[in-house]
């Protein structure tokens, strides 16, 4: 079988279709989602930070499988917090320019251990 050149193009326009598609559903993972949000919704709630509302980022704004804005209480301070995972499961605070790492998903002690050291030194609890 000859392959033109019209095929080629042909070809590879499907497999890029079909790239294109596997991406969207990996960013697209509903189950996912809901997974990430209840695991940092947990843990802010075992650092004694309390959740008011959850706002997701939109698809364009960052390039993390999960972004999501919390609007949380500590004491009688009230801020937004950006919160980042990226495909390896790291947990970033959006809180610098830098961004600060947390943990991983697989460390949820980890990642309390770290919320609560944030709580007492940005939101002055003692």
Do not use: C
């Amino acid at each position: 079988m000859k392959l033109t050149r019209a095929k080629l193009k042909e070809i590879i326009r499907e497999e890029l279709n079909k790239l294109r598609e596997t991406a969207d559903l990996e960013k697209n993972d509903i189950a996912a989602y809901k997974t990430h949000d209840k695991f940092m919704q947990k843990a802010f709630k075992k650092a004694g930070i309390r959740v008011l509302k959850m706002q997701p980022m939109k698809m364009g704004f960052t390039r993390a499988t999960f972004g999501v804005f919390y609007t949380v209480k500590a004491g009688k301070t009230k801020t937004v917090i950006p919160v980042y995972i990226d495909k390896k499961g790291y947990i970033n605070l959006g809180i610098s320019a830098g961004g600060w790492e947390i943990g991983r998903l697989d460390g949820f002690s980890k990642v309390v251990r770290n919320l609560k050291d944030f709580k007492e030194s940005d939101f002055d609890i003692q």
